[in-house]
């Protein structure tokens, strides 16, 4: 372990120590590289002045990583500490920083990392797959969160800007196509259409073929396609002089795609990743696949100026969403009870399928903030945040084998969210080279529960209602200094405590349980350093080190195929990220990052049960004192989908032609060794993969680009994940997707 630290913090000693070389003085040479803004402390300044652990993704980056029909889940290693995946398809990501996140697969999970859309908290994991597209930028604040947005997170915020109505016209359109019929339209148009009046309309489809024959149907192409409509409308409306505004959002979505593909026995025993019984273009179900998901919203923000030194800011927005999803949970056909020859691929104990359907999310969000400058020492700004959810789900189990595909298990859940909170930041400059940040935040957080088995499986009576309350208050804070080496090298330094509030879950479809984690803290202690190392080089580094007490877990699947909620005592993480940009010649841009997290597990004696499947278990076996097998302790295992090692690299070099250029851009991100579930095995993991893009064309400085481009240009094929049931079950990464691109911007 001190080996780790040490190279934690070299890494950001090594850079800080370059940044205040001799070299690294100002320089009369003028840059080559633009200057990065964001907004991650509600205000627009440059990422090398916000004292955090700040990443952003913008531009013709944001447009390569996420071309060729991607959803959300693109930004999975392609930022430093991040991942994402999915069991269950695009319409539910995960997110993962710095080890923090959830597996639960349930359709109510409380997820610790939040994802904010036009400074609206998305918290419903069925809210936050909403496509990208059109843009401004991406931004990842690595946690804890609380004190400056409407919702608290332990783990951090993924921050997505739309671009906003402007006064000047603008106008895009960007076509692709490419393997297995893939299509990707998005546009977008605005301008300023009265005095006192912009409007902007965007857009976006997705569509790709079905390509995954089903081999005990005999079926052809029948899975893996999609078809996603997308669009967003927004109206300024600024009727005095730079007095007030009002910013009316209206969005909504249409997705209709395959589930999650479970593909049964696709991981050899004794081994790990992709294994003999792999085939990414051939399943054999027996079972129903699909999933259908509507969504819609809309958000109102009003900005007043009540002084030359005070604004006030008001954010009102309404959430709703429905989705049907249903798969074949074995992945297989057939069951060994039939005899032989009438089941596969592989050994199938027992046939399953089950789905999951949203009746109806509401969410509504209220948020007041008033911000202070007034050209001095002191900045600040303080507010107040409303969230209110209500969730109605239908959970459901079939029986492959029984004619006709009857229900045989049925539960019916609804829930409802209240959290208020108050919450404050003040910054302060003591001198001119070194300010000082403070805020704080007071949750009150109250949730109920309540769940019937309407139908019980196998012949099981019904059961409940069950119903179950839980809740909070939760004082959170952060304490952050920032240090001016020179004009082109800033550190800083921070320690944060942040929380997530209990959590309930309950499918009684087979269990007859109801379980509640209880209050999940975090403090948090980061260092780090900014600097414009050379003119053409800019770099950032940080160092971090954070527990978890009474750190929430969640036993996901085994053979009841149920989700369990329980409290560790502690968890443990800490690790570095580090991020450059460098334009060493003309035309040549090079961006870099890495980061190493290591996470922890940590209590006397935590027992979880093993796989579901035949599997090959390395954690340490409790029995009690009659010799009974109790399960597996976990203590001391890492954080389940928490690679160590995170890297990404692009490069774009261009040769000027004409009235343009010829361009080639290429992108690559690396995922370390990953373990999926609480316990450790062999089978159920992944080993460290790389996986990358290209495109390449030419950019007219008419404003028009033509390009081909891949993604997963390797065609790596590697396990995202698995699904601990009756086999050795696992889903797997995108496909290599070959197209050509063309795009028009005014």
Known sequence: MTSIKSLCSTSAIALLALAVSPMATAQEEESRLDTVTVSAQRLEESLQDVPLSVSQVSGERLDVISSGGADIRFLSARVPSVIAESSFGRAFPRFYIRGIGNTDFDLNASQPVSLVYDDVPYENPILKGYPVFDIEDIEVLRGPQGTLFGRNTPGGIIKFDSVAPTDEFHAYLDVTYGSYNTAEIEGAVGGRVHEALAVRLSGLYQYRDDYVDNAFTGYDDVYEGFQEYAVRGQAL????????????????????????????NIIDPGTNGVGSNFDRDTVYFDGQNGLSQNAWG?????????????????????????????????????????????????????????????????????????????????????????????????????????????????????????????FASLTYDLTERLSVQAGARYTQEDKTFSVARTLGPFGAPPLGPIDGATGDDFISWDLTAMYDLNEDTNVYGRVARGFRGPSIQGRLVFGDLVSIADTESVISYEAGVKSDILPNVRGSASVFYYTLEDQQLTIVGGLNNTVALFNADEGRGYGFEAEVEAAPIENLLLTGGLSYNNTEILDDVLIAPGCGAPCTVLDPEVYDSNNNFLGY???????????????????????????????????WAYKGDTNFFLYESVEFSEDGYWEGGLRAGYASDAGWEASVFARNITDVEVLEGAIDFNNLTGFVNEPRIVGVSFSIHN
């Open 237 to 264: 409306f600024t009727p005095f002089d730079n007095d007030f505004e009002a910013l009316f959002n209206v969005h909504a979505r249409s997705n209709r795609s395959s589930a999650r593909l479970f593909r049964a």
């Open 298 to 422: 809309s958000t109102i923000t009003l900005t007043k100026s009540l002084s030359d030194a005070i604004d006030a800011t008001y954010i009102f927005s309404f959430e709703t969403a429905d989705v049907e999803s249903v798969g074949d949970i074995d992945g297989g056909f057939g069951a060994a009870f039939l005899g032989a020859g009438n089941f596969g691929p592989g050994f199938i104990p027992f046939p399953s399928e089950s789905g999951g359907r949203v009746n109806n999310i509401d969410q509504y969000t209220n948020e007041l903030r008033l911000a202070y400058d007034n050209g001095g020492r002191l900045t600040g700004q303080a507010g107040f945040f409303l969230f209110d959810e209500t969730v109605d789900i239908t959970s459901t189990s079939f029986d492959t084998l029984a004619p006709g595909n009857p229900l045989n298990g049925e539960a019916v859940r609804t829930g409802d969210t209240e959290s208020s909170a108050l």
């Open 633 to 667: 302790n976990i203590s001391g295992n890492p954080f389940p989908n928490s690679p160590e090692w995170i890297a990404n690299f692009t490069a774009r070099y261009a040769i000027p032609f004409r009235e343009g250029e010829f361009f080639a851009y290429t992108d």
